[in-house]
């Protein structure tokens, strides 16, 4: 019933830059939050950058000064835009919603796909 369908990830050198989209459709009400969690092999989840429907936003220490997240709420998607990525950027990033379907009393966390990034030279 609702699809957050993640796309621009891929590979880059060290220093480059990439954008990623996530586009949230569906049931939905209304969405509460959206945001970027990156997974590393061998290691857990881990929230990279929090964007509220109010414009709040929220980043990991690693990602402050270098990641921008940012939101259209008239197209129910968010965006993270990576600036001098490292090799230690590299890993899954996953996009998530936390928004309310149609007569829930309660917001639910959705969750993408995931689309890897990899920074290598």
């Known amino acids: 019933q609702v699809q957050l369908v993640e796309s621009g990830g891929g590979s880059v050198q060290p220093g480059g830059s990439l954008r990623l989209t996530c586009e949230a459709s569906?049931?939905?009400?209304?969405?509460?939050?959206m945001g970027w969690y990156r997974q590393a092999p061998g290691k857990e989840r881990e929230l990279g950058a929090r964007?509220?429907?109010?414009?709040?936003?929220n980043y990991a220490d690693s990602a402050q000064g270098r990641f921008t997240i940012s939101r259209d709420n008239a197209k129910n998607t968010v965006y993270l835009q990576m600036n001098s990525l490292t090799p230690e950027n590299t890993a899954v990033y996953y996009c998530?919603?936390?928004?309310?379907?149609?007569?829930?009393?309660?917001?639910?966390?959705?969750w993408g796909q995931g689309t890897q990034v990899t920074v290598s030279s």
């Open positions: 964007v509220t429907n109010s414009g709040n936003t």
């Open positions: 569906g049931n939905i009400r209304s969405i509460v939050a």
């Open positions: 998530s919603g936390d928004l309310f379907v149609a007569y829930t009393r309660a917001p639910g966390k959705y």
